[in-house]
């Protein structure tokens, strides 16, 4: 990969993150205003489990698109042109947008059957509103059809901000409507501006369509061929999503018999967890992933290795600080972002114990995306389905050895144990497809890189003890500057030590900050 793609993918990243950052930070405020709106009753039972049914049903199959698509259209427009790529992609449109809405059309009609089942301790009441409510959201799948072959293509032109925004302007409708309604009794202008998030999704992505030469077409050609090699790859791409959700039920499942708020505590330790690989880690993936689909598309396999450790250095680079500032900050952390209220100092400590295992992980968890996707550039999404099937097995054996001596921890560490050996099956793969990979290179980076990040880590806590001297008090600001002052010194120090000792991440990072800024003070 050369020097300037290396400064561009860093810039797109940086985009990308941003507007995830930003998309978390409405999600909390969504959350809050509807605990506040609603409390905790049947009532907010009854709405989020009526907004699961088209979530589940749906943005799996959306998010599998945005995978399959992106390396099929890519491998069309390098052999046959753009106008074969667009035929491909008016087709896949149009077969998503039919099976949405049967899928719209059987939840209109099976919701009343299908959740007593699902959850049969509602009471009759808010059950009939679970209906109601669901019926209300079905018609979001039809948007989201669109938005996600939207993102698809947009990607794979290398256009990341309109399908990274998705989740902002969606949260944007949302807390819209909960500022709007006062009460329990109009909880379905929250179903309706769900709806209208989702609306929001399609439309800040599809005026951007016809500038890359997209015109819509009324066309399906179900014996195309490039639609069944669409097919035939999405099955084990939602196949391998579910598998490795349900990791979380598995945990769940062991938890429920071990101390009261461990399930709780598991819980809120992945959502803080799930910030830097979720937001950081998935702005990497998400900009590279384009380029990993071109270079197979152009046969040009030795790019595609270089291109593959290039991307798993940079991952390196920017997880493993976060990882070292969660396990040595995991308490103050814990306690910015949950305690207050009922949420004591006890469920903090039990929060945090699980976190620090999880945070071991942070970098495999980011990496498990990356090489996934390696897999679907490859056109190959049984491999990865066969990793995460096997992951899911060992996170059940190391759960088991675990849960004994470490309690909840155990279960997190066990996570972070399945998914490191999920990513040396995976590489070990990669390198018999693709020859020899510079895997000692790798090795070396992440060496410098774990090593930056611990003297960073060192640093960042004789810096904390400091600010504890310095600043006090116990309200949130306190806690935040003096929590920021021990983080902001991990990422300093592991930036400057990088630039000392040659890492070539922090180089293109500061070549293209120098452009960046060297334009601006041109104008």
């Excluded at 790019?303 to 991952?315: A, D, E, P, Q, T």
Aim: charged share 10%; aromatic share 8%.
């Amino acid at each position: 990969m050369t020097s300037a793609r290396g400064r561009s993918i860093f810039k797109a990243a940086g985009l990308v993150s941003l507007a995830l950052i930003a998309s978390r930070l409405l999600g909390y405020l969504r959350e809050s205003l509807l605990a506040a709106r609603f409390g905790a009753t049947h009532t907010t039972d009854a709405y989020l489990v009526a907004q699961e049914i088209p979530t589940a049903l749906f943005a799996s199959v959306s998010a599998a698109l945005v995978m399959v698509v992106i390396p099929v259209y890519r491998s069309v427009v390098e052999r046959r042109g753009e106008a074969a790529g667009w035929r491909l992609i008016n087709i896949v449109l149009n077969a998503t947008l039919i099976l949405a809405v049967l899928l719209v059309g059987l939840g209109w009609v099976l919701s009343p059957s299908f959740l007593p089942m699902l959850v049969p301790g509602l009471p009759p009441a808010a059950l009939s509103l679970a209906v109601n409510l669901t019926r209300i959201m079905l018609p979001m799948m039809f948007f989201l059809a669109v938005a996600g072959v939207a993102s698809a293509v947009l990607n794979a032109n290398s256009m990341f901000t309109p399908p990274a925004l998705m989740g902002f302007v969606s949260n944007v409708a949302v807390v819209g409507g909960l500022l709007m309604v006062s009460g329990p009794g109009q909880i379905h202008w929250v179903a309706y501006a769900v709806v209208l998030g989702a609306v929001f999704t399609m439309l800040v992505q599809v005026p951007w369509l016809p500038r890359l030469g997209y015109r819509y077409e009324a066309v399906l050609d179900w014996r195309n061929p490039d639609l069944h090699q669409v097919l035939r790859l999405i099955l084990p791409v939602i196949l391998t999503t579910l598998a490795v959700q349900s990791q979380n039920f598995v945990d769940r499942y062991l938890a429920s018999g071990l101390a009261e708020g461990s399930i709780s505590a598991l819980n809120y330790a992945v959502r803080v967890n799930s910030l830097p690989y979720g937001v950081i880690g998935a702005a990497v993936t998400t900009v590279m992933y384009p380029l990993l689909a071109e270079l197979v598309a152009k046969g040009q396999l030795d790019g595609l290795g270089n291109s593959l450790v290039r991307g798993l250095r940079m991952l390196s680079f920017v997880l493993l600080p976060m990882s070292v500032g969660l396990i040595l900050f995991r308490e103050p952390v814990v306690q910015i972002f949950f305690q207050r209220g009922a949420f004591d100092p006890r469920a903090t400590e039990a929060t945090a114990f699980a976190l620090q295992f999880y945070a071991l992980g942070i970098l495999f968890f980011g990496w498990l995306d990356f090489l996934n996707r390696c897999f679907f550039a490859l056109q190959d999404t049984l491999t990865p389905m066969i990793a995460a099937i096997g992951m899911v097995g060992l996170n059940i054996g190391f759960n088991l050895l675990l849960v004994g001596p470490l309690s909840h921890g155990g279960l997190a560490l066990g996570t972070s144990l399945s998914t490191m050996v999920a990513i040396l099956f995976l590489l070990w793969r990669l390198a018999r497809r693709l020859g020899a990979l510079d895997l000692r290179a790798l090795l070396r980076t992440v060496g410098l890189h774990t090593g930056t990040a611990v003297a960073g880590g060192l640093a960042g806590l004789g810096t904390y003890t400091l600010a504890q001297r310095l600043v006090d008090g116990s309200g949130l600001a306190a806690q935040a500057v003096r929590l920021g002052a021990g983080l902001g010194m991990i990422v300093v120090v592991h930036v400057v030590l990088g630039a000392l000792f040659g890492s070539e991440e922090v180089a293109e990072a500061r070549s293209g900050l120098l452009r960046k800024f060297g334009k601006r003070s041109q104008t």
